[in-house]
């Protein structure tokens, strides 16, 4: 099982600005609902997460950089 973004239906407004930087095709809308579809090609961009106007989408993941 891959590690996805987790959309918060209660939050969402279906207004469809992460489907449009969802790279990966990871996010929908079908009958104006948000849903993820479990991909292995998701790069746990956070972009979804960053874009949401609601805050609706949460990444269960943190992207950490190291210096060296």
């Keep these: 099982m891959t590690i996805m973004p ?3 239906r209660n939050k969402c407004n279906s ?8 790279y990966c095709g ?3 809308i079908i009958d104006n609902v948000v849903s993820i579809i479990e991909t292995n090609t998701c790069g746990w961009c956070t972009q979804c997460e960053a874009i949401c106007p609601t805050s609706a989408i949460s990444c269960p993941f943190e992207i950490v ?3 060296k």
């Design 6 to 8: 987790v959309i918060d």
């Design 15 to 22: 207004c469809g600005l992460c489907v449009r930087v969802c």
């Design 26 to 28: 990871a996010i929908v």
């Design 65 to 67: 950089f190291e210096d």
